[in-house]
């Protein structure tokens, strides 16, 4: 796990991507920790290419698949999809978008919590 605390989301994953590139990573996908669904990301990773994967409301980026040596700004928050979309174009990458039904069920909100995506996995407890 690579931890950047106290520079914000855009600058962390920007970061993170770097020093995995320094690794020897040739691919990243970011998934964020709100995605009860998400299974492997593995089929997200196609070379030479960006996924991206909408939230549910085609507003916000859930995940996002970058080749390491992409010259690619992250710009999450609101309207994030589009903008990724956008700055992934406007620098010649190629770019996939994956709608998921699965991966686009993030938990923002209380209300999100009785989507029957998100019963189906939620402990008993909760």
Do not use: C
């Amino acid at each position: 796990m690579l931890w950047h605390p106290g520079i914000g989301l855009n600058a962390a994953v920007s970061r993170s991507m770097e020093q995995l590139r320094h690794q020897g990573f040739s691919h990243v996908a970011v998934a964020h920790g709100d995605l009860p669904r998400a299974g492997s990301l593995a089929d997200l990773i196609v070379p030479d290419t960006i996924t991206l994967v909408p939230d549910a409301k085609h507003d916000g980026t859930n995940v996002i698949a970058v080749p390491t040596s992409a010259q690619f700004a992250f710009s999450y928050g609101a309207g994030s999809f589009h903008r990724h979309l956008a700055l992934a174009v406007a620098g010649g990458h190629r770019v996939l978008v994956r709608r998921d039904a699965h991966l686009a069920r993030d938990i923002d909100t209380p209300s999100d919590l009785t989507h029957p995506l998100v019963q189906e996995v939620l402990p008993s407890w909760l």
